[in-house]
């Protein structure tokens, strides 16, 4: 069963975290919700909870086939984590599928992985993306090599079906 | 493309309702959000907002393959109109697929749709499934004939399982 980090911080966007991460454990596969500490409450931009499972400075990131990163204001905070930068960084060098939804990228930028890449996102951080080498689009999503990346909550549908047909194909 | 009714008003428990929805429109079924009054704003019991799209005092239920009934407040006010009651008895008579998570039964009870059924929900309403002559267990999910249920929201995955599997058998 493959396994999969699913990163959280306060301020998260409540859907672009919960459906990616339920719709996985639909799929069978095992989701490890992720966090500066581990068995904390954390709450969404709308007020929807979470308490986390795992903290990112203890797991093993090598066991994991994929990472989820929210959006909302929450990838503002993840993207101050020196870990959170190594574990994106170690999982996108080792092919494993990263997916980054609305400003989930701001956490690839400092990560530093998105130089030529194709990305959608936000349109509010497109300058970002472009900085950082990449190559906008304003699409529901984007799917290039391992990183896929959806635009906004209502996108979810196109940007899951994409992040686990790619997750299947590893 | 089989069509399908989701049920909103306030109060409605934000993943109990986005979920399926996004779910559905990911399987590809052409999903329709529909309250009292249609191109309306309706927020969740943590704040999620959705518009509605349809007035079910004007849609054709026959049209439709299934219904949604989200958990949350939602469905203490949904049983208070008529014409929510005569679709979802309607569908159930035409043994279109039939979901409800959470409080969502109290709809199907004033419906008079649950008379002998097997209904899981969240464990609070268990005495009122009861009273209106089901049988109730304390399960993530179960289907009895048309109708699928689900307890809570973090059973979502194996109640949106269910529920997608029996509207493709349809």
């Given at each position: 069963?493959?396994?999969?980090?699913?990163?959280?911080?306060?301020?998260f966007?409540?859907l672009?975290?919960?459906?990616?991460?339920?719709?996985?454990?639909?799929?069978?596969?095992?989701?490890?919700?992720?966090?500066?500490?581990?068995?904390?409450?954390?709450?969404?931009?709308?007020?929807?909870?979470?308490?986390?499972?795992?903290?990112?400075?203890?797991?093993?990131?090598?066991?994991?086939?994929?990472?989820?990163?929210?959006?909302?204001?929450?990838?503002?905070?993840?993207?101050?984590?020196?870990?959170?930068?190594?574990?994106?960084k170690?999982?996108?060098?080792?092919?494993?599928?990263?997916?980054?939804?609305?400003h989930?990228?701001?956490?690839?930028?400092?990560a530093?992985?998105?130089?030529?890449?194709?990305?959608?996102?936000?349109?509010?951080?497109?300058?970002?993306?472009?900085?950082?080498?990449?190559?906008?689009?304003?699409?529901?999503?984007?799917?290039?090599?391992?990183?896929?990346?959806g635009?906004?909550?209502?996108?979810?549908?196109?940007?899951?079906?994409?992040?686990?047909?790619?997750?299947?194909?590893?």
């Amino acid at each position: 069963m493959k396994k999969i980090i699913a990163l959280v911080e306060d301020q998260f966007d409540d859907l672009e975290f919960w459906y990616p991460v339920l719709r996985l454990k639909e799929e069978n596969f095992e989701v490890h919700i992720t966090a500066e500490k581990e068995n904390q409450r954390y709450v969404g931009k709308y007020g929807v909870p979470v308490v986390s499972e795992y903290s990112f400075d203890k797991i093993d990131f090598d066991e994991y086939s994929g990472i989820l990163i929210p959006g909302g204001w929450a990838p503002d905070k993840l993207r101050r984590y020196e870990n959170v930068l190594k574990i994106v960084k170690g999982l996108y060098e080792q092919n494993k599928i990263i997916g980054q939804i609305c400003h989930g990228p701001w956490v690839s930028i400092s990560a530093g992985i998105l130089n030529g890449k194709k990305v959608t996102s936000t349109p509010g951080i497109k300058d970002d993306i472009k900085n950082a080498g990449g190559e906008w689009f304003d699409k529901p999503f984007v799917l290039d090599g391992n990183i896929v990346s959806g635009r906004r909550p209502m996108d979810l549908p196109f940007y899951m079906r994409e992040y686990i047909k790619k997750l299947k194909s590893i």
